[in-house]
């Protein structure tokens, strides 16, 4: 038997050695793949509507993807924009005419005074309910990491001024950023 030539025992333990950093740089991809296909997940809301029904959904969904460690943005545009303004917001309504859950019929919900008190009706059910305000909604949403945007253009339109916003909001933000945090985004939302 010739000295050149490794004995049986050798190549297998050079075998199993090869075997283990292959295995180890397998578990090292997996694991990277996992950090990639599992990393933080994403959701854009936009919010069109300032109406007092109109405003809880899309707080409530984006404190609450943001509770579980999310990375979530409501970009606010035309009507979305007075759930950011500090004194609209506190006076949101809700609109009797053409909601469909109203218990009325829309000729009756559109008789004089029918929105305030249909306003008020659900003030005194958040209330009694002790659900949170708007504000509340906005501090919580704010305190978990979620950024709301204010649309740029809607700001120019409606002639608002950033300083009307609650303090944390991002104002002067453009459709192409919106779009872009959209395109990467796991959900994407229209409220």
Not at 15 to 38: F, V
Not at 108 to 123: E, F, H, I, N, R
Not at 145 to 163: F, K, N, S
Request: charged share 25%.
């Amino acid at each position: 038997m010739s000295t050149d030539t490794p004995s049986t025992a050798e190549a297998d333990e050079t075998n199993e050695t090869a075997l283990r950093e292959r295995i180890e740089q397998l578990e090292g991809e997996l694991a990277d793949l996992k950090d990639e296909i599992g990393g933080q997940k994403k959701m854009t809301i936009i919010a069109t509507k300032g109406t007092l029904d109109m405003a809880y959904p899309p707080l409530i969904l984006a404190s609450t993807a943001a509770a579980f460690g999310w990375d979530v943005v409501v970009f606010h545009t035309f009507w979305g924009l007075d759930i950011l303004h500090e004194k609209k917001s506190k006076n949101l309504k809700l609109s009797a005419v053409g909601n469909p859950s109203m218990p009325m019929p829309n000729a009756m919900a559109a008789l004089p005074g029918m929105d305030s008190m249909a306003t008020k009706m659900m003030q005194k059910k958040i209330e009694e309910n002790g659900t949170a305000t708007i504000e509340e909604l906005i501090d919580v949403s704010l305190e978990t990491g979620v950024e709301l945007q204010a649309c740029q253009m809607t700001m120019e339109l409606m002639d608002y001024d950033e300083t009307e916003f609650y303090d944390g909001v991002v104002s002067g933000v453009g459709a192409a950023t919106a779009l872009e945090h959209m395109a990467e985004a796991d959900i994407q939302l229209l409220v």
